[in-house]
């Protein structure tokens, strides 16, 4: 079973940056896609952003493409989000999770495993 720890959260003013990184263990990573959800207070978890395996197809929301990137380092079994020109609506709990699959993003329930979050909060 993969166990995920997402790290990097933390209070910024709008236009600000922020890099979250999850470290993945397990042996499935390397073959894994990865990708990040958000859930904002009062509202539901959402999909942000996923990347293949190989890190060669990236997908992302229409909210955050352009703002932010996301890229892996498999001989560190981490994934990461750098996120760019920040605003208050990307305020939320920031989680990564993987897939077997970049279409099974998709969906929320798939049966993966989900690390414990890690808090972003933008100040307008």
């Known amino acids: 079973q993969v166990q995920l720890v997402e790290s990097g959260g933390g209070m910024v003013q709008t236009g600000g940056s922020l890099r979250l990184s999850c470290a993945a263990s397990?042996?499935?990573?390397?073959?894994?896609?990865m990708g990040w959800f958000r859930q904002a207070p009062g509202k539901e978890r959402e999909f942000v952003a996923a990347?293949?395996?190989?890190?060669?197809?990236?997908y992302y929301t229409d909210s955050v493409r352009g703002r932010f990137t996301i890229s892996r380092d498999n001989a560190k079994s981490t994934v990461y989000l750098q996120m760019d020109s920040l605003k208050p609506e990307d305020t939320a709990v920031y989680y990564c999770?993987?897939?077997?699959?970049?279409?099974?993003?998709?969906?929320?329930?798939?049966?993966?495993?989900w690390g414990q979050g890690t808090q972003v909060t933008v100040s307008s």
């Open positions: 999770t993987p897939r077997s699959r970049m279409g099974d993003y998709l969906y929320q329930d798939t049966g993966d495993p």
């Open positions: 397990g042996r499935t990573f390397n073959i894994s896609a």
């Open positions: 990347i293949s395996w190989n890190g060669d197809t990236t």
